[in-house]
Structures are given as C-alpha cells and as structure tokens.
C-alpha cells in the first residue's frame, strides 16, 4: 500500500528493548503520531513488548464497575489506563507484541477501511508464514467486533487486533 504521490519512502523501525512503563508506552505511541503529523517523521514502525496494562476505552469508563475493574486490574499485577481512543478495553501482557505503525497522509481519515483490509491480511499471512495458524475475520461476540481482528480458525479466540488512531495528516 504505497501512497503513489509520495513515491519510494523510507520505513524508520524503532525496536524498543524494553518498556518504558505502561502509561510512558503508550504517550510514546501518541508522541510519534503526533511527530508523523507535523511533518517530523516519517513512515515509522514501533515495535515493543509492553508492561502489564489493561488499556481501557474512554466508554469503559461510564459504565458501572469501572472502578472495580480497575482494581482488579492492579490486583492481578496489570496498570489500568484509560486510551484517549479506541474501542474497549484491551489487556497486554510480556509476551504480547505491540507494533505501531505511523505514517504522514495528507487525508488520514479517508480509506481507513481499506487500510484496515490491507494491513490485516499483511500481519495474517505474515503469521501464517511462521507457522502460526490465523485468520481476518471477525469472532461472533467479541467485544471488538470487526474484520480487523486475527484468529486462529480451528479455535475462534482473538489473538490479536488492529487499532488505528488518526489524525489530521497521520495514522
């Protein structure tokens, strides 16, 4: 998926060693997208294993319990953090693997769909090529529904997920 105004363009990776912290990980994310937008960087892609966090949406925190959740959160050794987008909440643990993705577009918010599309069966078939079975598609009740999410097709269980945060002129 090459922005043909753009032409060749050079991907910057940044392989993260260790986590910077919970909440530190995550303004980091925000930090690059903002850095894509304003011109700074360019194509770059993040790649970390997080700390223990359960990052929540902003609309799990209206709904009754939050508050319990969020303890029992700590109480399981995972930082509860509320996401200023998304969807629901989200649990990361040591051995899950956070890639960001961030790129400078003139219209970030146009052909997010296709995107989705795109880099989704990019990561499955990448998965599949190491031997890992998976599958875009979307698992009846979950709670993030959508084609953006990876199974494993003999065990309909969510193994990973895809998020894009945009905004004006990045994604």
């Known amino acids: 998926m090459q922005d043909a105004e753009a032409g060749l363009r050079t991907l910057t990776v940044v392989r993260q060693d260790h986590s910077l912290g919970a909440a530190r990980d995550l303004e980091f994310g925000l ?19 997080p700390a223990p966090t359960v990052a929540f949406g902003q609309r799990d925190t209206r709904l009754p319990g939050f508050d319990a959740a969020a ?47 795109f880099f989704g069966e990019l990561l499955a078939q990448s998965l599949r090529d190491v031997g890992v079975q998976a599958a875009v598609g979307e698992i009846p009740g979950s709670t993030a529904p959508g084609s953006s999410a990876f199974t494993a097709p003999t065990r309909p269980t969510r193994r990973t997920g895809s998020n894009s945060w945009a905004q004006r002129s990045a994604w």
């Open 31 to 49: 930090e690059l997208l903002t850095q894509a937008k304003t011109g700074r960087i360019g194509p770059t892609l993040r790649l970390y294993r």
């Open 71 to 117: 303890r029992a959160c700590r109480e399981h050794g995972f930082e509860p953090l509320v996401r200023k987008a998304g969807g629901r909440a989200a649990a990361y643990h040591g051995g899950t693997l956070v890639v960001d993705h961030v790129m400078p577009h003139a219209d970030a918010i146009a052909g997010s769909k296709g995107r989705f599309s």
